[in-house]
């Protein structure tokens, strides 16, 4: 069941309605039927991964609390809870493994027989990819780690953990919820309250508006050109190339402000998951600020327990590219996706390398470092090294993007720009211009949110008759700008792959 | 209290969202359909005859020429592709506001299995339909998937995005008044086309079921049915279906009018495309026929003395709207089609060294702007390469042409006209008083003019159009 489906639009008021009417005690079930229902959806079969993902996480987690309480001895006690995390981990990712990432193993295996002239052939296994796969998993996963680490103590109701694992509005694409923010939340269900209600409206709107009016509208013309990228070149492929850089942000943040506007209605806070990302300075600073729960993660499972920073520049610089090549196997089971996580672990490593060049660099030019216009150069400058990175993202192959981006240097048409040959990528010269216009707002939107300025709270501050009209204004604007209806073909959120 | 006051903007918004989003709804909605039919609920209780059908009915039959010709009250139900499911509901919807007396039904794709055809066409219908329980039972009876359905009842969900196509039109409040009638201009070459005498087989079609629908609640409602199959170049098959649509008619003891067995029409240039509908010049020796049949054979009573107003208020529009399509064909070939109506009288001059009598087919679009005349002026100018006039006064019924240095005068009921030569021998027409004269030689380019027409609106006298046709451009204006 997709957010911008119709199914949704009808789903989510009846779990509204029925989550406030029914006794508090019974809320945390009807929720739970709710989220398994939301994801049988998609294919009824998968949820027992899900709920196998669940029963190993919960199992765990009791498991590594009883460990921690046993009169054992410490280093006893200690090597039984690393066997319980680990045994977490390795039926966990053993799912992941074989769902996600085992063809991907035999292709690569077969394509490196290929080479050695051994023929091998072994052949690709027919498994369709759960959705929400790697979200849950990670989910499940972290709650293991924060029951060993002792930040969290393991929760005994298993239909209130099974809720933490599966709660819908986050179940299929983030934000990947820490157990310490979420499962305390499901532990007191909220009251119906006027503030959650519009808070959580103004987010799915806001959500919807990135999903509907931007991102389905930019991928009509990235999709133009990237699915016939040999035919276009220079400055097509330019456009395009920054068009989807909008488009997945738009696409993507999309999914997890309507989730937590959805989780808001029920009364539940998700973390931020987007702030800002493309006003970042850095590209360092710009996974801070993009998908943040899964930056987080592997920052906190992965990133740290390597030794981090703190094992000198060598491997700081291994663990980067670690956890990037790793980050960006999360995302997809093909080498581009790695190519493309490494590219943004290199593009800090070289940072890093370059920093006191270009503090000398600073001090020669006599650049004040707080001004706009250095501060604008920054900007810029990550912002183009993520969307050269965003390249292998978007193509279908490495050696496509190789393709693309020498397509993009090397023609030279830039009266593309000035004679309106833009409008005949998908888009017409009303689409194009609307288009323009919903990424300028969304840029004001990411200034003031960069600023600190909350736009919610902005409109909360209003009359009820301002606030009104902001939300019906805003909910048309969607229905008729958007991308949805008959003859759209509801195009699934880009994440839901992952 | 605060709380409550929040609700009560809540509740005031959404009621003031519903009016925006109803506006917003309609404007960016496809007029097409809407502006068509539009009018039927205001008229449907005055109506005696709906006529049921695809686009051979929706086409070729215009309910206001029945009502200013036979004083007839009828409205045009038929749409573009419409199945016969689709004509089941429209006329289900049709009998919420109307209490006919006579139902004319086409036969046309009675042998079909298809339920609904092209989602364009469907769209053309469906959306004339306001949303009521009958048009929620149809769409389910239509459509068996969740999306369709949707997409049927609220054609928001299709048209949200037609605001990259909005123009003055989407915001004007004028409609289409021809009773749900459509005018097709244009001419093809016909498939050959002949009718064979053949006995009627057995069909059992979707088409069929629904027919019988049709005529069980014709029968409940003592509505009185004709059946017709409309005339075009129908290949075999379909003269098989002609052939049992009578066997049908014949099992119900209803009329059936096959115009296929007919010679009302020359398909040669009544066509507007090879294989499927007439053009207005067709349309109009349909509606004339079935005018004659309702009133001779159905016991209708003339209404033009009722004090229905509307009705000739309307007619004026429909003639009005007529006069602005005639004024905007490009083609001479198309003018002619236009020019093949009744209503309209009309003097016709075509130079001597024009070349156009070499395409027979304008001769015969000459003539066929008064079938019931020989035209014997026509034949000479053709066979000799002179001048010709033609005057026709359809209201007195005044038949006049000329071919070479002929002239004279006419009365008609717009005046005296007369048809001489200058002293320049150069050919003069002065209508009525006026000492203009309405022929040039040349256009103010200095090109030679080969064709011009003047039409006369014979019930005011006036002069509605004047067209002057150079030879290169008999095709495009």
Redesign the interface.
């Known amino acids: 069941m997709l957010f911008n489906s119709?199914q949704f639009i009808i789903f989510f008021p009846v779990v509204v309605g029925l989550y406030y009417l029914i006794p508090q005690k019974f809320r945390t079930y009807w929720l739970l039927a709710a989220s398994y229902y939301f994801y049988m959806c998609w294919n009824a079969k998968y949820v027992l991964l899900l709920l196998f993902s669940t029963i190993v996480t919960y199992v765990s987690g009791l498991l590594l609390e009883r460990c921690a309480q046993g009169e054992k001895e410490e280093n006893k006690r200690r090597r039984q809870k690393k066997l319980c995390v680990a045994a977490s981990f390795f039926l966990n990712f053993l799912i992941l493994f074989l769902f996600k990432y085992l063809n991907f193993g035999i292709d690569s295996l077969n394509q490196v027989l290929g080479h050695l002239h051994i023929t091998l052939s072994v052949p690709a296994v027919d498994l369709l990819l759960p959705v929400g796969i790697s979200f849950y998993t990670f989910q499940a996963l972290g709650y293991t780690v924060d029951v060993y680490r002792g930040e969290i103590s393991a929760e005994k109701n298993f239909f209130r953990y099974a809720l933490f694992v599966s709660f819908f509005p986050q179940l299929v694409a983030g934000p990947i919820e820490r157990s310490k923010n979420l499962l305390r939340q499901l532990d007191k269900p909220a009251k119906p309250c006027?503030d959650n209600f519009r808070d959580g409206f103004l987010l799915m709107l806001w959500g919807y508006f990135l999903k509907l009016v931007l991102a389905d509208r930019i991928a009509v013309f990235v999709d133009t050109v990237y699915g016939d990228f040999e035919t276009y070149t220079g400055v097509y492929l330019i456009v395009a190339t920054l068009l989807f850089a909008v488009q997945i942000y738009c696409d993507f943040s999309g999914y997890s402000v309507i989730a937590m506007g959805a989780a808001k209605i029920l009364g539940i806070q998700l973390m931020e998951n987007f702030d800002a990302p493309y006003l970042a300075a850095s590209v360092a600073q710009f996974w801070r600020r993009w998908h943040i729960s899964l930056s987080g993660w592997f920052r906190d499972y992965l990133y740290i327990p390597l030794g981090g920073n703190r094992k000198g520049k060598i491997r700081k610089y291994g663990n980067l590219l670690i956890t990037f090549g790793v980050s960006g196997l999360w995302h997809g089971a093909d080498w581009s996706y790695v190519i493309w996580g490494l590219l943004n672990g290199f593009w800090q490593i070289v940072g890093d390398i370059l920093s006191p060049f270009k503090k000398k660099m600073v001090g020669l030019l006599d650049i004040k470092e707080g001004s706009l216009s250095h501060k604008c150069l920054r900007v810029v400058s990550t912002f183009f090294l993520v969307d050269l990175a965003w390249v292998f993202f978007r193509a279908d192959s490495a050696f496509s993007a190789l393709r693309i981006i020498k397509r993009m240097i090397t023609a030279k048409n830039h009266w593309v720009w000035f004679d309106g040959s833009l409008y005949n990528c998908g888009l017409?010269q009303?689409?194009f211009t609307?288009m323009i216009w919903g990424i300028l707002l969304l840029f004001a939107a990411d200034l003031c949110k960069y600023k600190g300025i909350r736009l919610r709270e902005v409109v909360a501050k209003q009359d009820?008759?301002a606030?009104?009209?902001t939300?019906?204004a805003a909910?048309?604007g969607i229905?008729?700008?958007?991308?949805?209806?008959?003859?759209y073909d509801a195009a699934s959120f880009i994440y839901f792959q992952f | 209290m605060k709380?409550s006051?929040?609700?009560l903007?809540?509740i005031?918004?959404t009621v003031?969202?519903i009016a925006?989003?109803w506006n917003?709804a309609y404007y960016?909605e496809n007029k097409g359909a809407y502006k068509m039919k539009c009018d039927f609920s205001e008229v449907a209780e005055e109506c005696d005859v709906l006529f049921l059908g695809t686009s051979h009915m929706l086409t070729e039959v215009y309910p206001l020429e029945l009502w200013h010709d036979y004083g007839i009250t009828s409205y045009n139900m038929a749409g573009y592709a419409q199945t016969m499911p689709v004509t089941y509901w429209t006329f289900l919807y049709a009998l919420e506001h109307a209490n006919p007396k006579v139902v004319v039904v086409d036969c046309y794709m009675i042998e079909s299995d298809e339920v609904a055809i092209e989602?364009g066409f469907m769209h053309l219908t469906m959306d004339s339909i306001p949303f009521s329980k009958t048009k929620v039972q149809a769409v389910c009876d239509l459509y068996d998937d969740?999306?369709s359905r949707?997409?049927y009842l609220w054609d928001?969900?299709?048209y949200?995005?037609r605001?990259?196509e909005l123009t003055w039109k989407d915001f004007a409040t004028g409609n289409e008044n021809a009773r749900g009638a459509l005018f097709q201009i244009g001419v093809s070459d016909p498939d050959p086309f002949v009718w064979k005498e053949m006995e009627a087989e057995p069909i059992d079609s979707v088409g069929v079921d629904y027919l019988r629908k049709i005529m069980e609640e014709c029968r409940k409602r003592d509505i009185k049915v004709i059946l017709t199959y409309l005339p075009f170049p129908a290949n075999e098959s379909k003269q098989k279906a002609a052939a049992y649509a009578a066997q049908f008619a014949g099992e119900y003891g209803v009329d059936y009018i096959n115009f296929l067995q007919m010679d009302l029409v020359d398909y040669r240039i009544d066509c507007l495309d090879a294989d499927s509908h007439l053009n207005a010049a067709g349309g109009h020796k349909v509606t004339s026929y079935i005018g004659q049949y309702l009133s001779e054979n159905c016991g209708l009573a003339d209404r033009r003395q009722d004090g229905l107003q509307n009705w000739d208020q309307d007619y004026e529009d429909y003639q009005r709207y007529k006069i602005e399509r005639l004024r905007g064909q490009e083609s001479l070939q198309n003018y002619l089609v236009m020019m093949a109506d009744k209503s309209f009288s009309l003097c016709l001059f075509v130079d001597g060294e024009s070349k156009i009598w070499e395409y027979e087919k304008y001769a015969d679009q000459v003539k066929n702007l008064a079938p019931e005349y020989s035209f014997s002026a026509l034949d000479r100018a053709v066979q000799q390469g002179e001048d010709y006039l033609l005057l026709l006064d359809h209201k007195n019924g005044v038949f006049v042409d000329f071919c070479g240095d002929e002239g004279g005068e006419a009365k008609t009921s717009f005046g005296k006209v007369v048809y001489t030569q200058t002293d320049t021998g150069e050919k003069a027409l002065y209508l009525g008083e006026s000492d203009e004269n309405l022929l040039r030689d040349r256009d103010e380019e200095g090109r030679k003019l080969t064709v011009q027409t003047v039409v006369i609106d014979h019930e005011n006298g006036e002069i509605v159009d004047m067209q002057r046709f150079r030879e290169s451009l008999l095709t495009n204006k």
Do not use: P
């Open positions: 119709l006027f017409n009303k689409n609307l009820y008759w606030q009104c009209l939300v019906t909910a048309l229905l008729v700008f958007g991308m949805w209806g008959a003859g | 709380r006051k929040a609700g903007w809540v005031v918004m003031i969202a925006l989003f917003v960016l989602d969740l999306d949707i997409e928001f969900s299709l949200h995005d605001w990259d």
